[in-house]
């Protein structure tokens, strides 16, 4: 009866797991209407970035991160799909409140009373056209946390679909390969930085 629980329990583990894989290869093969729309993109940062926190907080009432936002001034609105950028900075938002959760939960006590305080930071900025090249420019977003990076060995990695620095259970693989399509579709940029123990840093350059 034991034996007969347990498997009970991995099975239902399980098949979560294989309908989130599932859900998320959908994702990255569906064809629709992509609309695109001129959107502000500080506005829709800002509106993303407080629906991670409290969609975070809700499933761990007792974490908390300072939030920094440093929008630009004078950024033009930029053509775009909203609900895929979104997704796209939602994704990135999540990792970075994974990262500095684990960091919290694994970091040792504080020494001299330094303790160690969660923080997401995310930048926007206008940018200028390429050199020789027309146009308006365009937009660069950053999202940087100070968890605890990204290995160097694995950096090269984790844009291809199914790699996951996550426990098994606890990530698909797909949102960073999906994060990556979405932005090379709207022929920008999408770029990692990461200090292992330091931090990690996601820029994401969008043309006007």
Do not use: W
């Amino acid at each position: 009866l034991n034996d007969i629980f347990h498997n009970n329990e991995k099975i239902a583990h399980h098949g979560k797991r294989a309908d989130a894989i599932v859900k998320s290869m959908l994702q990255h093969s569906r064809q629709g209407n992509r609309v695109k729309e001129l959107t502000d993109i500080n506005a829709l940062c800002d509106e993303y970035l407080k629906l991670a926190y409290h969609g975070f907080r809700a499933s761990d009432k007792d974490f908390k991160a300072h939030l920094k936002t440093e929008f630009g001034k004078n950024i033009r609105k930029v053509s775009i799909v909203p609900q895929e950028i979104g997704r796209v900075v939602l994704n990135l938002f999540n990792n970075a409140f994974y990262a500095v959760a684990e960091k919290k939960r694994t970091s040792q006590p504080p020494k001299a009373g330094v303790e160690y305080e969660p923080m997401i930071t995310v930048d926007t900025e206008a940018t200028k056209p390429p050199l020789g090249g027309r146009g308006a420019g365009g937009v660069e977003i950053k999202v940087t946390d100070n968890g605890n990076g990204i290995p160097q060995n694995v950096i090269d990695k984790i844009f291809q679909p199914f790699f996951t620095t996550k426990p098994t259970g606890q990530g698909t693989g797909l949102g960073l390969s999906l994060a990556y399509d979405i932005i090379k579709a709207h022929g920008g940029e999408l770029k990692v930085k990461a200090e292992e123990g330091i931090g990690t840093e996601f820029i994401i350059q969008l043309p006007a």
